[in-house]
């Protein structure tokens, strides 16, 4: 009997449509519940039946930041999730599968679909089984559970508690998992941190066309749109999206949108409109793997210089990269301030594995941060939409009728908003957006733009962005090195970064792309990396693999 | 109080869009004179020679992209339903670049006023053939050989679901003038389709003048005005209806965007409640 106390790992796989990132969410609420943190990636092609889904849930006593593909227990509806993850099993893996469809397996069978039938249930009840069968393995009481379940089983629950208690009975215990703890944590997808945030930044409105990987952020706040009193609408495509976004924020209304690689194409020439007529926008790319439709449900990090510099011309703009659910919440509420003190675009940069995922969030954390900008509001006197003052920044008038007419502009224009091509304006108007670049620089300096965890007085330092840098902060801890997550990217956070990385002796940078981008984009500042430890398989790298591929070069 | 700018007028002599631009401004005229503020409209221009509207009426304007006023148009109506909205858009503008956005927007019915200036002709990039000239029509990028046909833009906004739709003519500035301000009238999505005169590349005054005759009939019935928009398909010499060709209430996209507050703290508040605090 294999023995697991401050973590464990759960594998469970079956076909898409068969509700496996549901059923993987109970058991990642049951661990949570009962005190650990949670990180659960949900792999799934872009289709709608068949096909292999699973899900990997580590649940441990201390943070964690990504799995280790070593799963403690297998969960398998059907044959291939044994088959396509044989290498990731070892000798003390215990195999739950459902031996009505499965056979010739090693293991503890569950007659999974027998119990169902003769219970009176429907085939989707195949997981409560599973999941009953599950909690026992992991030598969890039943008078533990019962409770977590029946709240976790929205529709027919005594029904679904009875098959969950079959499949409990007849299963065995192989773990002693302890109560690690009072339960602080809310369970949440990066998807729905990202939306939450967005709301306690203050917008109004999330406009949005369905892609993957954004689709689950439109799809949470459509579904919370009375409750947090917001304006959320699908419009005919990406192009029409920003742009009434845009339209919104005219109106003093603040606005988002989020889209993945093709849909961002397509948002350019509305960020390019940000930059010259200064409208603020929030603007979230979730990151899918390869060009073009590419990948549409793994993941990537590939889009980093397109970010900083999406749209012609040049104009200031303001790129962050959260990497989980913590960091999603706290700057998607910081963008739509910071967007309107500088009227400027914001980028969110996210991956599949960001919107996917599911994470441990402790609400108070996040909530009492600092999220109020402020703007510069209308004044005195005859109104200038594009006033030139000392720091570039306009008073931000609106259609309200409190200031007179209020002209916005895509073309250039002179102050009023009134076009022209004067060569002397059009000077202007380019050192206008220079100077509010250099002061967004500045005062980003203020914020928390760079993350640091692990062995600060390591001489080795891994530096990465994004979804990677909780994996490395999680494993740079364990193996006592410097961790270094620049969560700000455009403008580049130099000081804070060169603080960061100071006295190392080694710089190693690990990123979800197969150039190295922001390898590229500190050499640009002077800050050159030793190594680089590059995964573009669409896939988050493993703890595991990290590891090993660290010690060769460390 | 002015109601156009001093920004210098650059349209050629005999544009027909001077004919729009007094039209719109003598019905914000009109409009303060009946108690209303001109604050509480919203003119959103695409980009052409009719976008440098929005430079001369000293108004609350968007001078947008190519091809893109409705969106911002649909935003500004999202964010707040109370504005006025005119949109001057362009032939090339918004039958070409921005189509869809001006089919979803009827589909929608939202309650905009759109001001299609159809000068059958790309006028700022110096007379390339739109969605609406003639076969006959040789741009600098068409043979003009009689093999592509122009579509006929009220024809497809009928399909679409436009609840106003109207024709007028930059040489009949009364009529217009009547139409622009029915438009704005009508609760819903107003298009009026203007024949414009393009001085420069594409001056149809005289047959114009000829064949547009000024129609007053049943605007209600949808089979009429199938017929009354396929009269002429932009091609023929036949005679050219110009009037309100089609009026229907039906509700507005609007509505479902209202909510009663805007409130940041509330809607903080409603986050802290979903984390259960
Ligand atoms: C995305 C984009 N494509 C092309 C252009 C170039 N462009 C400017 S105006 C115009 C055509 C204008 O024709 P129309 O909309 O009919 O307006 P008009 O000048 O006739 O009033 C074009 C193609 C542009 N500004 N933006
Ligand atoms: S080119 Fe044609 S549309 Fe443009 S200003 Fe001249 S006459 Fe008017
Ligand atoms: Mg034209």
Redesign the interface.
């Known amino acids: 009997m294999g023995e697991k106390g401050s973590e464990i790992e759960i594998l469970i796989g079956g076909k898409a449509g068969e509700g496996i990132n549901r059923a993987g969410q109970v058991i990642a609420e049951i661990l949570s519940e009962m005190g650990y943190y949670i990180f659960m990636i949900f792999d799934h092609p872009s289709l709608i039946k068949g096909g292999h889904n699973y899900s990997i849930i580590r649940a441990s006593e201390h943070p964690v930041g990504g799995i280790k593909r070593k799963p403690d227990i297998v969960l398998a509806l059907d044959k291939n999730t044994i088959k396509l993850h044989e290498a990731e099993l070892s000798p003390h893996t215990v195999v739950i599968f459902n031996s009505d469809k499965v056979k010739n397996a090693e293991g503890i069978g569950i007659p999974a679909v027998s119990i169902v039938d003769s219970a009176g249930g429907v085939p989707i009840m195949i997981n409560s089984c599973l999941i009953g069968a599950f909690c026992k393995t992991a030598g969890l009481e039943w008078s533990d559970v019962e409770q977590i379940l029946l709240d976790k089983f929205p529709v027919r629950s005594a029904l679904n508690l009875d098959i969950a208690r079959k499949g409990y009975d007849i299963s065995e215990v192989k773990f002693q998992l302890i109560r690690a703890g009072e339960n602080r944590a809310?369970l949440i997808t990066g998807s729905e941190s990202l939306g939450?945030g967005l709301?306690?930044g203050?917008i109004?409105?999330y406009?949005a066309y369905p892609m993957s990987p954004a689709s689950g952020i439109l799809h949470f706040l459509s579904s919370?749109k009375d409750?947090?009193?917001?304006?959320v609408?699908q419009?005919?495509?990406e192009?029409?999206?920003i742009?009434?976004?845009?339209?919104?924020?005219?109106?003093?209304?603040r606005?988002a949108v989020g889209t993945s690689g093709g849909g961002f194409c397509l948002m350019n020439?509305?960020i390019s409109?940000s930059g010259l007529a200064e409208i603020p926008i929030v603007i979230i790319n979730s990151q899918r793997q390869s060009p073009s439709t590419g990948a549409p449900t793994y993941t990537a990090q590939s889009d980093l210089p397109y970010a900083i510099s999406a749209g012609h011309g040049e104009f200031p703009r303001i790129v962050i990269s959260p990497g989980n659910a913590e960091q999603a919440f706290m700057w998607s509420a910081k963008a739509p301030g910071l967007a309107w003190k500088y009227q400027v675009p914001v980028i969110i940069l996210t991956d599949v594995t960001l919107n996917d995922s599911l994470y441990s969030l402790s609400?108070?954390t996040v909530?009492n941060e600092d999220y109020d900008y402020g703007y510069k509001e209308v004044d005195e006197g005859p109104y200038l939409r594009y006033r030139f003052t000392g720091d570039g920044i306009s008073p931000l008038g609106f259609?309200?009728?409190n200031s007179?007419?209020?002209?916005?502009?895509?073309?250039t224009?002179d102050e009023?908003?009134?076009?022209t091509e004067n060569p002397r304006i059009l000077e202007k108007l380019a050192e206008k957006r220079i100077r509010k670049a250099s002061i967004i620089k500045r005062d980003m300096e203020g914020e928390k733009c760079v993350l640091r965890s692990g062995n600060s007085n390591s001489g080795t330092t891994v530096v990465s962005w994004g979804s990677n840098g909780p994996l490395c902060s999680e494993l740079c801890s364990r193996l006592k090195i410097r961790s270094v997550q620049p969560i700000v990217l455009h403008p580049f956070p130099e000081k804070q970064f060169e603080t960061a990385i100071s006295e190392s002796s080694k710089i190693i940078v690990v990123e979800d792309n197969s150039t190295g981008q922001l390898s590229e984009l500190m050499k640009s500042y002077g800050f050159f990396s030793d190594n680089r430890i590059l995964n573009y398989s669409g896939r988050q790298i493993s703890l595991e693999t990290l590891e090993k591929r660290l010690m060769e070069v460390i | 109080m002015s109601y156009i700018?001093d920004?210098p007028n650059t349209w050629c002599e005999g544009c027909g869009n001077f004919a729009i631009l007094h039209s719109i401004r003598r019905i914000i005229e009109e409009y303060e004179k009946n108690g209303s503020?001109?604050?509480?409209i919203?003119l959103?221009a695409g980009?052409g020679c009719h976008g440098?509207i929005?430079?001369y009426l000293?108004?609350?304007?968007?001078?947008?992209?190519h091809g893109?006023a409705?969106?911002?148009?649909?935003?500004?109506?999202?964010?707040?339903p109370d504005?006025k909205v005119i949109c001057c858009v362009g032939d090339g503008d918004s039958y070409a670049e921005g189509l869809?956005?001006l089919l979803?927007a009827a589909k929608r019915n939202v309650d905009i006023t759109v001001i299609v200036h159809d000068n059958r002709v790309y006028g700022l990039t110096m007379g390339q053939y739109t969605p609406t000239s003639p076969d006959s029509y040789h741009g600098k990028t068409n043979p003009g050989d009689g093999k592509e046909k122009p579509f006929n833009p009220l024809k497809l906004l009928l399909c679409s679901g436009a609840t106003f739709l109207a024709r007028g003519y930059t040489g009949r500035m009364d009529q217009l003038q009547k139409l622009i301000w029915s438009g704005m009238s009508h609760k819903g999505f107003a298009l009026i389709e203007v024949l414009q005169v393009c001085a420069s590349f594409y001056d149809k005054s005289s047959f114009y003048d000829r064949h547009i005759y000024e129609y007053q009939g049943d605007s209600g019935d949808i089979n009429e005005a199938f017929i009354l928009a396929g009269e002429w398909d932009y091609n023929s010499d036949s005679d050219i209806p110009a009037g309100i060709i089609y009026e229907e209430i039906r509700q507005i996209f609007e509505e479902r965007?209202e909510?009663?507050?805007?409130?940041?703290k509330?809607?903080?508040k409603?986050?802290?409640e979903?984390?259960?605090?």
């Open positions: 809310k939450l709301c306690y203050g109004e409105g406009i919370k409750e947090f009193n917001l304006k609408f419009p005919e495509g192009i029409a999206a742009l009434m976004a845009e339209g919104m924020a005219c109106c003093g209304c606005a020439e509305g409109y609400p108070e909530i259609f309200n009728g007179g007419p209020v002209k916005i502009n895509g073309k224009h009023s908003g009134i076009s | 700018t920004a503020k001109k604050d509480e919203v959103v980009i440098k929005a430079d000293n108004i609350n304007t968007v001078y947008s992209l893109r409705i969106p911002f148009a649909t935003g500004i109506k999202i964010a707040n504005l869809e956005h979803f965007f909510y009663e507050t805007t409130d940041l509330s809607r903080r409603a986050v802290i979903y984390f259960g605090l």
